[in-house]
C-alpha cells in the first residue's frame, strides 16, 4: 500500500507541476462549454416576423384570419405585397410568408378551404407553427360553412356567434428550456471526448517511463509492475472525477446552464463512462510500441467514434444509418442515458446502458490484461 500510495502522489505532482497539463486536464472541458454556449445561445425561441400578402380584398373572412395571426403570441404579422415579401424572407427579415390568393374566403365558406401559400426558407421549423394555428382556426370556419349548406344568412349567424368568443380563455407562457438542454448534451459531449484523450495521456505515461528507462528502475525496487498500472489508473480516475466536478460546477454556477440533472444522477453517469474510458486507454496502450504509436491510435479512434456518436452536434440530424452504427460506441450509451435523464427518467430504470457501459468496460480491461500479459518484450524501450 505504502508503494501504491508514493507512486499516486509522484504521479499527480509530475503531471500537475506542468502548467499545460492544467489547461489540458481542466481548461478544455470548460472551453467545450464555452462552444456550446456559442453555438446554442443564439438559438432562441423568440416572436417569429410573418409577412402576409393579401390578394383577396376585404372579404370578412379573410380580415379575420388575418386578425387572428396578428393576436397569436411570438408572431409578428406585417401586411405588405408579394414583392417586398419576396425580398424580405430572402434577406432574412421575415422568417416566413403567407399569400392568401384571390377566392380563399369564398372557398373556406363553402367548406373547402383553398388559395392559401406558406413560404420560408428556414424550413419546417417555421412554418410548423403557423400552419397549425392556421389550420386550426380555417378549419373551424370551414366546418361552418360545410354545415350552412350554401345558406348565407345561416353561416353569417353562426360565424357572427363564433368571432364574438364570449368564453373567457387563459393562458401561460412556459419557459423554453430546449436550448438548455441541448447546449448541456453538447457540453457532455465535449467533456467525453476530452476525458477520453486525457485518459490515453494520462496511461501514455507507462510508454513514456518505459522509454526514459524509469520503468525498470521502479521494478528493480519493491514495487511490482501490477501496483505500478494501478497506481495509474486510480491517478487516472482522480483526474477524472476532477473534469466532471469542475465541469459541472462550472456549467451551473458560472455560466448558468441548468441540466435539469442532479449532480449525482450526473456524476455517477460520467464516472461509469470515465472507467471504459480508462479501460480503453490501457487497451490502446497495450496494443502501442511507442507514445507516438499510441497518440495515432487516439486519434483514429477516439475522434471518429465521438463523431459517430453525436459529440459535436445533435445525433437528430444523423441519417438512420449512422445512428445504427453509433450503437456500437460507448460515447452514443452514455449520450443516451443523459438525454434520457433530461427527459424525466429515473437513473434506475437506465439499468440497460449502464450495463453496456459496464460491458464495454470490461471488455476492454480484459483485452488490455490479456496484451499485457503476452507482451513480455520490453528490449524495444531500452
Known sequence: MKEMVWLIRKTLAGTFRSKRNWFIYLGLPIIGVLISMFLYSNNSSGALHIGIVNKDGNQTITKDTIRFLEGLNHMEVIVTD????????????????????????????????DHINIISVKGAQVTTYVKSMLQSYI??????????????????????????????????????TSNTKTMTYQSIGFLVMFMMFSAVNMSEMILKEKENRTFLRLLSSPVSARTYVLSNVVVNGMIMLLQIVITLVVMKNVFH??????YGQM???????????????LMLVAF???????????????????LLAGCFFPMDIMPDT?????????????????????????????????VILIAFATVFALIAIYRFGRNNDIRQFV
Open 288 to 306: 502501442a510500441k511507442s507514445t507516438s504509436g499510441a497518440g495515432a491510435m487516439q486519434n483514429l479512434i477516439i475522434t471518429p467514434t465521438c
Open 322 to 354: 449512422i445512428r445504427k452504427i453509433s450503437s456500437f460506441t460507448p460515447q452514443h450509451w452514455l449520450l443516451d442515458m443523459i438525454n434520457k435523464l433530461q427527459q424525466g427518467q429515473e437513473l434506475g430504470s437506465l439499468y440497460l446502458n449502464m
Open 139 to 176: 378549419a373551424n370556419v370551414a366546418v361552418i360553412g360545410k354545415e350552412s349548406q350554401g345558406d348565407d344568412a345561416l353561416f353569417n349567424k353562426i360565424y357572427a356567434a363564433y368571432t364574438q368568443q364570449s368564453y373567457q380563455l387563459s393562458a401561460e407562457t412556459l419557459k423554453d
Open 267 to 281: 456524476i455517477i453517469s460520467l464516472l461509469l463512462f470515465a472507467l471504459t474510458a480508462i479501460s480503453l486507454s
Open 82 to 113: 408579394e414583392e417586398t415579401l419576396s425580398s424580405d424572407i430572402a434577406a432574412g427579415k421575415l422568417d416566413s410568408g403567407i399569400v392568401i390568393d384571390p377566392g380563399f374566403g369564398a372557398s373556406v365558406r363553402e367548406g373547402r378551404p
Open 257 to 262: 446552464i441548468d441540466s435539469g440533472i442532479s
